[in-house]
Structure formats: structure tokens, C-alpha cells
């Protein structure tokens, strides 16, 4: 489905409906992430993806002391979304084919369930993220954010990373030449090298990982940082606003309570008249003093309320010129100025920026600020206030919900979200995908865990790395000289899953011939692995596959170190 037909499709559902979808998303997502993490660890679910994915909407009859309350129910409870309109919300997301609608007998009722489609999880993706940019770059994000890391430590004081030591940087940057270590617990620092590739990669870098703020050794114009440093402080300013006023009320509330409490003679009697006048007198200087209190709180929360009626809108005017400016490519720093030297009557105009996770929450947020009565929060029959409909009530100052500021300062928040550390100037202006023509990937490549394998068993050859298997064999069992000499270099079953999480890449390769199996349990004289102590080596066939494909893997998996090419031996007779 292309933007515009998901577009339409979103703003089709009204945001009660926007909202339940996209709880039933989350939580069908935290399953799917809870089956991949229990996988990886060897505990495997061999349950359909159709029973797993299968989520307790809500009971009917609605008896929550006998079977408790859902997750969603929960959630929806605590947003205000949770009422006798459920049953209908669902039916209209199932119409869209959104969701599928299913109940399961229970000794009270029936439980209603909900599932996620393909069609739904779509456009839930399609909503939540961003488009993926498929540029390929060198580095893995990790690897890129301490390259950056490494290139400001080197602009700072002392010059360098003080840190005592760095996988990413031992295994990622250092074989290729872009850092290098100062000694034991000394630190890292980045080489020329480094800083010449952060520069020549930096556009890719930034489509690729548009989330990572990477410096750009070049001084090419980018996201200025002052343009953040304004945006917060309008934020704090908003923030500390509102809610200082809220103390203030609920101070004021109190003092007024203390003022309003009556003297208690019969607590004194015994003690004579000249006490009882004592007290008397103290306590009415006290009621005073809480009236003074509770008038001087009172007389703030009105000042500040003015206040940050003011600032608010400045706030939420400015996050649109900021967004105007970044797709126009003027600058942000002078239009947020600009919203911030007056009070703002009426907000600037909403610029699309084409980026479908941003201008769908922002198009509808900034619809709200522009009804001329806005949603307000209801009050129900118990006295609970209940949010505005699709507002992200845990964002909203308490001051401002249910008040005319609530849609201007959702619509802000959304916005400096996204502007924030120059994310959307990185979107933005990423350098086009198709720059240069890509070429079709070579038949016979191994994928990136079978290949991730495939160079960890090569590395494990090399003469200055100790020789594992011969030294376990050695502790555990009985062998002589020559049949240690026998034993092959390579790794055992849990230095495969530290390589590589996938289960498949081991007989990748032993498949095609480019690994083989020995096992070593005929030198476990103590029976410590039982029958079967496996060990997985690199054959002549691996290493003649690596040597060929070198420069397609380089090319197609550049996010995998190959091992350095050894030099050829020099005859002895030159």
C-alpha cells in the first residue's frame, strides 16, 4: 500500500480507535520480542505464531473481581479509553481488517481475543517508524557512534577516550586501522585514518543511522546545537511553569483549609484564663498567617498561569518554524528567535515533511490546536477526570490538561521529539539511496551469521591465538603428543553462539563442505561431555571459498571484519 493509502487509512480511525490499535500493536510486539530474546537464549517456544500472538481483549460479562482485568484493559482504564464503547472500537478495527476478533470460554463468561494482522501490523510499522534507509555503510551503529565518540575525545582536553577498554573498539575499529589503543587501561584515541573516513562516510552515516548525532570533521553546515539548547529551555520554562503552579493550588488548598479551622477551647480550660487568651492569640495569628500563605500562593498561580499561557504557544510556534526551516533549509535558530520575541496570536502553518511517522500524529495534533473548541478532558459520574481522546495525557502538565493548552503543548512535544539532536535534518537531508547503481549480489555468498561464522573459524587459526581445543582437551582429558597434534583448531558449541546467535549458520557450512565436525569425546577420559564433545573447524574449502569472495563480501557485507590477508612467504634462496 503506498503513503497516501495508509495515510488515508489512519486518519479514517478516530483517536480512540487510533489509540486501541496501537496498544494491541505494543503488546503484540513485546511478545514477539520476548519469543526472539527466549530463542536466543535455547528456550524455545514450539507453539504456533497464532497462539502466541493471540491477546486477552476483555471479558464478557464484565466481572473484574472474578477474572481480574487484561493488559489492554489496563492501559485503556488508565488513558480513559475504557468503557462500553470497547466492544464497538474493536468491531470497527476488525471491519478494517486491522485486527481479528475470537473469545475463549470461561467458568464465568467468555474472553474476548484479539490478533494483529499482517494488514494492521503494516500499517502500525508504517505509523511508528520511519522508512527504513537501506544505505550500506562499514560500520555498524555501535561501531559509528564511538568513532564519533573518539573524534570529540580527540578535540577535548586530555585528547583521547579514557576508557579501560572497548569490545567495539578491539573488534570493529582497530582492525581497520581507524583507532588505535595507548597501552593497557590507557585509552583509545582515533588515527588520521579515522578521522578521514568519519568524513567521507559522515552523509551515509547519517542516512543510515539518522538517530546518531555523529560530528562531521569536514565543518560542513549541519544541526546547529543552539537550536536545541532554545527549544529546551522553552520546554523547561513551560514544565517548571505548570507544575510549580500545581503546587502552588494544592499549598493553597492547604492554608486555606488551616484558616478555616475553628479554636478548640475545651483543649485549654484546665489551664486558666490568661493561657486560654495565650492560645487564643497564637492561634489566631496562625489562621492569619495561613490566610497571608494561601493568598500569596494563590496570587503566584495566577501569575504563572498567565505566564505560561504565554510561553506555551511560543513554544509550540516555535517547534513548527523549526520544522518549516529544516524542510525549507533556512535556519532553525532564526525562526525559533523569531516565534520566541513577541507573544504569539496565532501559530505558523504546519509544513509536511513527507517523514509518515512524523506528519500523521503531527497533521492530527496540530488539526486539534485548530478547532475552535477544543476537546477538553470529561468528568465522570465518580468524579475522575477523563483524558482528551487520543492526546498523549502522560506528556500534558497537570495545569494544562483539559484546559485550551493541552492540544498546543501535545503538538510541541511530538515535534521536538523528532527535532531533537538534528533527527529530522538527518532524515531530511540524507544523501538519495540510489546514488550509485547497486550491483546484483554474486550467486554462492553466504549470508552475514553464516560468513560472521565462517571468519571466526579462520581467526581462530591464526599462530598467535591460543590453541583452545588442544588446551581443553589437556584439563579434561588423556592424549598423547601426537594425537594433540592432531586436534584441530576451532570452537566448541557456546563460542558458536557467542559468534552468532543464528542456529542455521553452523550447518551452513558444513553443508557446503566449508566446515566440518570432529568430535573429541574419544580424549574425554572422564566422560565430562557424555558422547558427543563437538568441535567445528574451518576445511581448505573455507578457506579457498574466503579468499575468492573476498571482495564481494566486502563489497555486500560490509558490516562483517574480514580477517588481513597474509603475506605470501618469501623463498629462502632470495
Known sequence: MAYTGYAELWKALNPRQQFYLKTIFEEDQAREAAQRAAGAAGNYDRRPAAEWRTIDAYHE?????????????????????????????????????????????????????????????????????????????????????????????????????????????????????????????????????????????????AAAYPKLNLPDPSGRKCWPKEADRLLDWLRNECWSLAHASERAEKRAQEERARAEEEFKEEFHRQEGELALAMYREVFELKRAHAKALADTFDGYRVKMRMVLAERLPQYTAATLAAVTAVVEGTDPVAAIRKQTAAAVSELPAYTPTGVAAVDVEGERLYAECQRKRPRRAATTRKGKAKAAAGLHTEAVPSPARGTALEQPWALAVHLHRVLRNGYLYRLLNAPPEEEQPRRRRPAGLLDAPALRLLVALVATENPRRAHHSRIQVERYGQASEGELATIPRGLFSYEIKQVTRSTKAPGVLTDRGLAEYMNLAQFDAYSHYGDNWPLLHVTQAGRDHLAEYREAYAEFHPDVVLPPVSAPAVPSGS
Do not use: N
Open 61 to 205: 460479562p464484565a466481572v473484574p473481581d472474578l477474572v481480574g482485568r487484561t493488559a489492554l484493559q489496563i492501559r485503556w482504564r488508565g488513558a480513559g479509553h475504557h468503557d462500553q464503547g470497547t466492544g464497538s472500537t474493536i468491531k470497527v478495527l476488525v471491519s478494517h481488517k486491522l485486527i481479528t476478533l475470537d473469545h475463549r470460554a470461561t467458568p464465568f463468561g467468555r474472553m474476548h481475543q484479539v490478533t494483529m494482522t499482517k494488514h494492521g501490523r503494516a500499517l502500525m510499522r508504517w505509523v511508528t517508524k520511519p522508512r527504513p534507509c537501506r544505505t550500506k555503510v562499514p560500520l555498524k551503529e555501535r561501531a559509528a557512534e564511538v568513532l564519533g565518540q573518539l573524534y570529540d575525545a580527540s578535540k577535548s582536553r586530555t585528547g583521547y577516550l579514557d576508557w579501560a577498554r572497548s569490545p567495539t573498539i578491539d573488534k570493529e575499529l582497530i582492525p581497520r586501522g581507524l583507532a588505535r589503543s595507548r597501552g593497557t587501561y590507557l585509552g583509545f584515541e582515533i588515527t588520521e585514518e579515522g578521522v578521514t573516513h568519519l568524513a567521507e562516510h559522515h552523509a551515509a552515516y
